[in-house]
Structures are given as structure tokens and as C-alpha cells.
């Protein structure tokens, strides 16, 4: 069984329905089809944009809610994320949309099969607050249901833009930084009464073109010269 979510200032076209059936259906992994949407000022009834949001990836929801209606999606992970939140006073779509990602994959659809009416009234700052402060909480959330502890967001000090927030990874300068340090190996060769080979055997390792390593002989009992082979390299990367 399938949910299409609406809003009441939602018209649908007559075949929405049946395109995102079709491909929802699909695609077994798919949790949710959505689709692109025409705006429509509620005033004057104008033409307003074609609401393409973006190709949907989950680094994209973690910041802002590019999942646009109408919204098709699985009856069965509703259930498994707990449907929408009853705890949030707005912004219930992009926290139930954050958690549906989790658990299927998400697909959509190129075609315009809505059309929206909008408000373009200005929330006053109370409101823009509170809605502010949902997203980052949010947010926030979805980093600790993924384990993300090194990520974090935070606002941006502009009084002209209050929806502004930065999302970020505080170990990427350390990562970046670590990415280009060369990777330290211990190379093991382990012996036994294997005399006659093991000088070719420390000679190819001592030369690799790669200089970032140490080598590790390790003795299972030798009873042949073993211990003086090794001796004749004085090299201070072999430890026996």
C-alpha cells in the first residue's frame, strides 16, 4: 500500500497518480516518488516558477527539504520511521522526509504533476524564528540517528536571510590534511629454517620504490643461520 501526500493548496494532474504508481512500483528499494510542481499565486492566480528542486540525495535532505509534492511513499515505512512527528508545531514534512531516506531510497520524477498555490505573505520574525530553530533541531537529530557527531550546523548572522544555515564536517580540514600524509606500513615475513631464501626475500622488500615502512622478521624456531642473515643488513627498518 502507497500514502500520496497532499496540501490543500495542492491541485494534481489527472495522470499524477498513475506516474508515480508506475514507478514507485518499480523499483522495490524505493521508498518514496516525488514529483515537480507548478506555482501558482493564490491571489491572482499567475503563473509563478516551476518548482524543479534538485536530483534527490541524502547530502542535499540533510540541509533543507528538496522532496516536493505530490509525494508518493510506501505505507510500509511510514509505519517503520512512525509516520510524522507529533512533537513539531512546523516544518513535520522535512523531519518525516529525513527519516523515510533512512530506511528506503528515494526517486524523482522529472514530470509536472501539481500545481501549487502559494501564499507569498512574509511570516512575521516570531514565526520565522521558531521554524528556524525546528530545522536545526532537525537537523541535529538526523546527525545523531546516523552517528555523524563530527558534523554540526549552525546559522548564518544574517538578519536578511533567516532560513541561512551552514552544514559541516569539523574533521574535514584534519582529513583533508591527514588524506595527503603517506600511509605508514609493517611489512611481516615470517620464517622457519628458511636460511637459503630469506636473504632474497629482505632484499626485494628493502628495495620497494614505496620508503614509508618497516620490516618485521618474524623467527618460528630456526635452527639453521637464520639469526645471522639477518644480521648482515644493516638496515634500520628490519626488526627481528
Known sequence: MYILQLDSDDEISPNALEELLDRITSDPYLSCVYACSR????????????????????????SQMIVSRPRLFSKRDWSRVKGFSEELENFLDFDFFQKLSEV??????????????????????????LQLNNRVSIIRSSFNRLNLSSWEVEEHKSVYDMNALK???KL????????????????V???KNRANLL???????????????ELLIIDDGSTDETNMIVANFSDERIRY
Open 39 to 62: 506555482l501558482q499565486d493564490s491571489i491572482t492566480d499567475e503563473d509563478l516558477e516551476v518548482q524543479h528542486d534538485y536530483d534527490f540525495s541524502r547530502k542535499a535532505l540533510i
Open 104 to 129: 528506503g531510497n528515494f526517486l524523482k520524477c522529472p514530470q509536472v504533476l501539481n500545481t501549487r498555490r502559494v501564499n507569498q505573505k512574509i511570516l512575521p520574525f516570531n514565526e520565522q524564528r
Open 167 to 169: 552544514v559541516s564536517n
Open 172 to 187: 574535514t580540514s584534519n582529513k583533508t590534511h591527514q588524506a595527503k600524509q603517506e600511509p605508514f606500513i609493517s611489512v
Open 189 to 191: 615475513i615470517i620464517t
Open 199 to 213: 636473504p632474497d626475500a629482505i632484499r626485494s622488500t628493502l628495495n620497494q620504490t614505496y620508503s614509508k615502512f
